[in-house]
Nanobody
Framework: QVELVESGGGSVQAGGSLRLSCTAS????????LGWFRQAPGKEREAVAN???????RYIDSVKGRFTISQDNAKNTVYLQMNSLKPEDTAVYYC???????????????WGQGTQVTVSS
């Protein structure tokens, strides 16, 4: 069993920045990925970014150049620095962990509880 505890999020005006954090504990695979997904009202959950334990990162096109995912392996913590936020970034953001993957697809994710990010125009 893996537990994911998220922090950060909130409300910000367009162009602003927020930082999300997520700490994983429990039975974590040695070779794992940590990632962020988001779900806007009326839309399906989508992958935003992930990072493998070796440091390889992946992003969806709409956040490239604006969001940065990073991790502290010693703390099993992943961060999502979100800059130049846009109203279309408004969503509930979920942290997830999964066995290693070479894509943005998590086949068997374990989810955090989610944190709201609201960007006003």
């Amino acid at each position: 069993q893996v537990e994911l505890v998220e922090s950060g999020g909130g409300s910000v005006q367009a162009g602003g920045s927020l930082r999300l954090s997520c700490t994983a504990s429990g039975n974590i695979d040695f070779d794992y990925c940590l990632g962020w997904f988001r779900q806007a009202p009326g839309k399906e959950r989508e992958a935003v970014a992930n990072i493998a334990v070796g440091g390889t990162t992946r992003y969806i096109d709409s956040v490239k150049g604006r969001f940065t995912i990073s991790q502290d392996n010693a703390k099993n913590t992943v961060y999502l620095q979100m800059n130049s936020l846009k109203p279309e970034d408004t969503a509930v953001y979920y942290c997830a962990t999964n066995a290693y993957t070479d894509s943005l697809v998590f086949s068997r994710p374990c989810w955090g509880q989610g944190t709201q990010v609201t960007v006003s125009s």
